[in-house]
């Protein structure tokens, strides 16, 4: 069965640095998205991406942040500058046009020290 | 602004009870609801969706229903295993929007 899949699976960083969160979601699909969700808390919208383009991004989604499809299959996210705050698991997920139902990676533990 | 929230956060059960979380939402507009698992350490899973349009949907041992009334969304899931043990989470999606909105987890933890 297809899946979503993130590397790393745990990056630990220094503030300050910057950090490229990968993902390759599944090959039909054509809407890809990342969220995070800080320990314990709800999973939370960043951005979706369609057409090469960002259709949507949340208030968490700043001028830190940036997403890139740099060929057919990878799906990044860029984090500029990092800050403590940033510290969370990072999902990517994708869904087929036509559906609504998003599938899921299993997430970058993102630690900033 | 508008949220999905959970009434509970955490739920035991014995193993081969039923367990039912329980999901409030706000916006009334929604009209795609999503319940995903997560078990530790892993991404969301989808369990079970259902449309607004519909009150009910049955699953391999897992039923949505959808109350518009009073807002309402719960999962219900059968004869829960240990393997159920996990945070459950409904999500939401608005018209016109391009993301799920998703509410703060149930804990459920099924004793052996």
């Known amino acids: 069965e297809p899946e979503v899949t993130q590397t790393p699976s745990h990056q630990v960083t220094q503030m300050g640095q910057e950090v490229i969160l990968r993902c390759v979601p599944i090959?039909?699909?054509?809407?890809f998205y990342w969220y995070r969700q800080i320990l314990g808390q709800k999973v939370e919208f960043l951005v979706s991406?369609?057409?090469?383009?960002?259709?949507?991004k949340s208030e968490i989604f700043d001028d830190q942040f940036s997403v890139e499809r740099p060929d057919g299959s990878n799906f990044t996210l860029k984090i500029r500058s990092t800050k403590l705050e940033d510290s969370a698991m990072y999902f990517c997920a994708s869904r087929h046009r036509g559906k609504i139902e998003q599938f899921f990676g299993p997430g970058t533990r993102l630690t900033v020290l | 602004g508008e949220s999905v929230g959970l009434h509970l956060p955490t739920l035991s059960v014995q193993e081969g009870d039923n367990s039912i979380i329980n999901c409030a939402y706000s916006?009334?507009?929604?009209?795609?609801f999503i319940w995903y698992k997560q078990e530790s350490g892993k991404g969301p899973q989808f369990i079970i969706d259902i449309r607004s349009n519909m009150d009910k949907r049955q699953g391999q041992r897992v039923t949505v229903l959808l109350n518009k009334t009073v807002k309402h969304l719960s999962l219900q899931i059968a004869a829960t295993q240990p393997g159920d043990s996990a945070v459950y989470f409904c999500a939401e999606n608005n018209p016109g929007a391009n993301n799920l909105f998703f509410g703060t987890g149930t804990r459920l933890t099924v004793i052996p």
């Open positions: 991406f369609y057409n090469n383009e960002i259709s949507e």
């Open positions: 090959s039909n699909h054509l809407y």
């Open positions: 916006n009334s507009a929604s009209d795609y």
